[in-house]
């Protein structure tokens, strides 16, 4: 029996995520697809069929965890190969151990962790140990899996797609590391469902992330004796990015931009060109403020003249061209036509609210009917299957869904009735309305 040294960390200085590994499939969070009763992986598994595969998913979503599980499951011995640290020489001390517990009947569950890290040659030294049996090979990446395994090694693996994890799943992960003796179990951790959630939403289907998380805001909450609270200042802190601060040339540089951009935006070209006067004199870049004002061209014009954006970036290519003091009637000339354009701020506003639902649901899945299938293992996953081709029909439209179904419904873009966007909002209108009676004949037609 291995004895503990002095130099060895104690179980509370473990990381929480370690010290809660599931240890068998009942703890393991998510992947329902793949797990759940009757599904192909937990058949394999049950029966001890399991054979070489490739477990592609993002982070902390099980992918060690689960090849540990495996490997307990259908009783092989486990070597844990890292493909950043390891070379040919290591795969082959490996591949001569396998070989050795193969002639005594043993098996070996090698998992390679980032396999998309090793190179041809690398890769190409498993084969022979895979096609003898000699190894059961499980390999774990991140990439795409058809780009970055080789293709003889990869037709001899099946490829599993392992999902980030719900928040409900990481609300039940969190919760049992709070009730769990291995986690936070042998104290009293107060902390509200709303927080909980919290912190699922913060790790975005990563598990590692959400303990890391858990572990962080409860070793910094309030104490009191044997009770530990967690407050909401404390967990906003743990979760919140800080933003970077920039303040290159002090507060009157960004009063005059913002003077300069309040002047176009109320259509006000007098006021418009003495803010820009004032910040040329004072030896302002014109290149700065050219980019300023391509930014304003779609911001505050956006369709309702999308000449405004060909006419700021021309200006700014101008003003690269011949510099000062010359490009000053350019930009004269490009603060003028952007006062006096209708104005719309239908993009801007639409980004904003796209902005937001793609902040809080990063992990929403492409929808399979719209993903590229270039290679034969995306094609058998159903990648691009029931693409429609718009050019194919004769109006040129489709009732396909591009939109994850969770955002099914969503819209952004609500055009004005200014300038050239009144023909937008129209066809706009048009595209809508026949979708709409189309979606219903289909239904219908079902």
Same mark, same amino acid.
């Given at each position: 029996?291995?004895?503990?040294?002095?130099?060895?960390?104690?179980?509370?200085?473990?990381?929480?995520?370690? !010290?809660?590994?599931? !240890?068998?499939? #009942?703890?393991?969070?998510?992947?329902?697809?793949?797990?759940?009763?009757?599904?192909?992986?937990?058949?394999?598994?049950?029966?001890?069929?399991?054979?070489?595969?490739?477990?592609?998913?993002?982070?902390?979503?099980?992918?060690?965890?689960?090849?540990?599980? +495996?490997?307990?499951?259908?009783?092989? $011995?486990?070597?844990?190969?890292?493909?950043?640290?390891?070379?040919?020489? &290591?795969?082959?001390?490996?591949?001569?151990?396998?070989?050795?517990?193969?002639?005594?009947?043993?098996?070996?569950?090698?998992?390679?962790?980032?396999?998309? !890290?090793?190179?041809?040659?690398?890769?190409?030294?498993?084969?022979?140990?895979?096609?003898?049996?000699?190894?059961?090979?499980?390999?774990?990446?991140?990439?795409?899996?058809?780009?970055?395994?080789?293709?003889?090694?990869?037709?001899?693996?099946?490829?599993?797609?392992?999902?980030?994890?719900?928040?409900?799943?990481?609300?039940?992960?969190?919760?049992?590391?709070?009730?769990?003796?291995?986690?936070?179990?042998?104290?009293?951790?107060?902390?509200?469902?709303?927080?909980?959630?919290?912190?699922?939403?913060?790790?975005? =289907?990563?598990?590692?992330?959400?303990? =890391?998380?858990?572990?962080?805001?409860?070793?910094?909450?309030?104490?009191?004796?044997?009770?530990?609270?967690?407050?909401?200042?404390?967990?906003?802190?743990? +979760?919140?990015?800080?933003?970077?601060?920039?303040?290159?040339?002090?507060? &009157?540089?960004?009063?005059?931009?913002?003077?300069?951009?309040?002047?176009? !935006? #109320?259509?006000?070209?007098?006021?418009?060109?003495?803010?820009?006067?004032?910040?040329?004199?004072?030896?302002?870049?014109?290149?700065?403020?050219?980019?300023?004002?391509?930014?304003?061209?779609?911001?505050?014009?956006?369709?309702?003249?999308?000449?405004?954006?060909?006419?700021?970036?021309?200006?700014?290519?101008?003003?690269?061209?011949?510099?000062?003091? &010359?490009?000053?009637?350019?930009?004269?000339?490009?603060?003028?036509?952007?006062?006096?354009?209708?104005?719309? $701020?239908?993009?801007?506003?639409?980004?904003?609210?796209?902005?937001?639902?793609?902040?809080?649901?990063?992990?929403?899945?492409?929808?399979?009917?719209?993903? #590229?299938?270039?290679?034969?293992?995306?094609?058998?996953?159903?990648?691009?299957?029931?693409? &429609?081709?718009?050019? $194919?029909?004769?109006?040129?439209?489709?009732?396909?869904?591009?939109?994850?179904?969770?955002?099914?419904?969503?819209?952004?873009?609500?055009?004005?009735?200014?300038?050239?966007?009144?023909?937008?909002?129209?066809?706009?209108?048009?595209?809508?309305?026949?979708?709409?009676?189309?979606?219903?004949?289909?239904?219908?037609?079902?």
């Amino acid at each position: 029996m291995r004895q503990q040294t002095l130099f060895e960390a104690a179980p509370q200085d473990v990381p929480l995520a370690t !010290r809660m590994r599931p !240890r068998d499939l #009942n703890e393991f969070a998510g992947q329902q697809h793949l797990l759940g009763e009757g599904k192909i992986l937990r058949q394999l598994i049950d029966q001890d069929r399991v054979s070489s595969m490739i477990f592609w998913g993002p982070p902390g979503v099980g992918k060690t965890t689960l090849a540990r599980i +495996i490997a307990a499951r259908t009783k092989a $011995n486990f070597i844990n190969f890292s493909a950043v640290t390891s070379g040919i020489k &290591e795969i082959r001390e490996v591949m001569r151990e396998a070989e050795d517990n193969h002639r005594m009947g043993e098996r070996t569950l090698l998992f390679v962790d980032e396999i998309h !890290r090793f190179n041809k040659a690398q890769q190409d030294a498993f084969l022979p140990f895979v096609e003898k049996g000699s190894i059961v090979l499980i390999g774990a990446t991140t990439e795409n899996p058809s780009f970055e395994v080789n293709a003889a090694l990869l037709s001899r693996c099946k490829v599993f797609v392992l999902n980030g994890l719900t928040e409900d799943d990481l609300c039940g992960l969190l919760r049992r590391a709070i009730d769990d003796p291995r986690g936070f179990g042998n104290q009293t951790v107060h902390i509200t469902d709303e927080m909980v959630r919290m912190v699922a939403a913060f790790a975005n =289907g990563d598990a590692r992330t959400a303990l =890391g998380t858990l572990e962080m805001v409860v070793l910094n909450g309030q104490r009191d004796g044997d009770v530990t609270t967690v407050t909401m200042e404390t967990l906003e802190q743990c +979760i919140t990015k800080k933003s970077l601060l920039y303040d290159k040339k002090g507060e &009157e540089h960004y009063n005059i931009i913002s003077a300069l951009h309040k002047s176009m !935006r #109320n259509s006000d070209p007098d006021a418009a060109i003495y803010w820009l006067a004032r910040m040329l004199e004072a030896g302002e870049d014109p290149l700065y403020v050219a980019r300023r004002l391509i930014r304003f061209a779609s911001e505050d014009i956006g369709m309702a003249d999308s000449r405004a954006l060909e006419i700021a970036t021309a200006a700014y290519q101008a003003c690269h061209f011949i510099g000062m003091p &010359e490009c000053n009637v350019t930009l004269t000339h490009c603060v003028v036509y952007l006062s006096l354009a209708p104005k719309s $701020n239908a993009l801007y506003v639409a980004y904003g609210q796209a902005q937001k639902d793609a902040q809080k649901m990063l992990a929403e899945p492409v929808p399979l009917i719209i993903r #590229n299938a270039p290679t034969k293992l995306m094609k058998e996953l159903k990648y691009g299957e029931g693409y &429609e081709y718009a050019h $194919n029909v004769e109006d040129k439209l489709t009732t396909m869904q591009c939109l994850p179904d969770s955002l099914k419904d969503r819209k952004y873009y609500h055009p004005t009735g200014e300038g050239s966007e009144a023909r937008v909002r129209e066809r706009l209108r048009q595209i809508e309305a026949w979708k709409a009676e189309h979606r219903a004949m289909e239904k219908k037609g079902k």
